[in-house]
């Protein structure tokens, strides 16, 4: 049965690329990742735990928290404010240990995942996954301590959601995966603030719906230069699913989105001028890359500069904005 | 197991538990900041 571009077996069907005939449960149990294969793994070193964090990805997370707190009306000790980042960055590491857990087999196909712990074969899943059961716990516990229970379950909800919804449920059955999964990096400037105030108003959602719809052209983009590594592994990212000229297309869509939600704070009179300017400045530059990408139709994935590009600049336009948020709200307080 | 894995996993132990013990330091350093703060009405 000869596969069309954009057909992409369910990771459960019989016919998935991986173990013919086995279901994904069957497929992890007989892989070297199992936990009955843990003689031919070595003992973890620390740095694996951390690298099961992803620590990379920790840095937006942590910043967009900071400017969520920093934004906020009141005071809060900052013993009690380094606490809730810290829960706030733990919370997203145990998230990150858990979808390493639950995606060893897909990473172990694609190039730029293969050398994580678990496909490298320098951690079991077991170790895994009580890793990331554990500090989800503590840093939900910590939380709700610290600083409010408000806080803690909004911190509980955004672990859960990108576990549960976008990681298991979404990321391998539809295209639509990362929009809807974008919700999970979107929660932070929401607890940071919830933290301080014990409470979410106008602001904190205006800077979530931000986030929610920046994620689709930031993760399109990246996905239009390691699409080759989605096809391998067999996971429905949209470039695989609906080709590349649909996916410009939708980029540039949520483009327009995003640049509605970037000046909803100052539409709303949540922020000043300061604000206003930089988003606009910064949201017209995203809007110019986002149609150089829209309007091409090469697909080598040799020559993909303009897509690098806006990925590179989308990570420092989010960077621009919540700082500009967070001096804005200085000079009005 | 050879001479040479067995020395690899004591050494990878070894790390392991300083580590641990570190951030077991930190955690009562913490613990004791958030006390101290939260007694004071830190909010």
Redesign the interface.
Known sequence: MSRMEGEIPDRNSPGANHGAGLSHEENMASSPLSAGNSMSIMTADWRDFVALTKPRVMTLVVFTGLCGLLAAPGHVHPVLAFTAILCIALGAGAAAALNQWYEADIDAKMKRTANRPLPGGRMDRQTALHFGVGLSFFSVLLMGMATNWLAAAVLAVSILFYVFIYTIWLKPRTAQNIVIGGAAGAFPPVIGWAAVTGDISALPVALFMLIFFWTPPHFWALALFVKIDYAAAGIPMLPVVAGEVATRRQIWFYTAIMAVAAMAPVLLNLTGPIYGTVALLATALFAFFAFQVFRRRESDPASMGPEKRLFKYSILYLFLLFGAVVVDRWLMA | MTPE?DK??RA??K??AI??GLLLGALVI?FY??T???I?G??
Do not use: D
């Open positions: 894995e690899k996993i990878r132990q790390s392991r580590v641990t913490l900041a958030i101290i703060a939260k004071g830190g909010q």
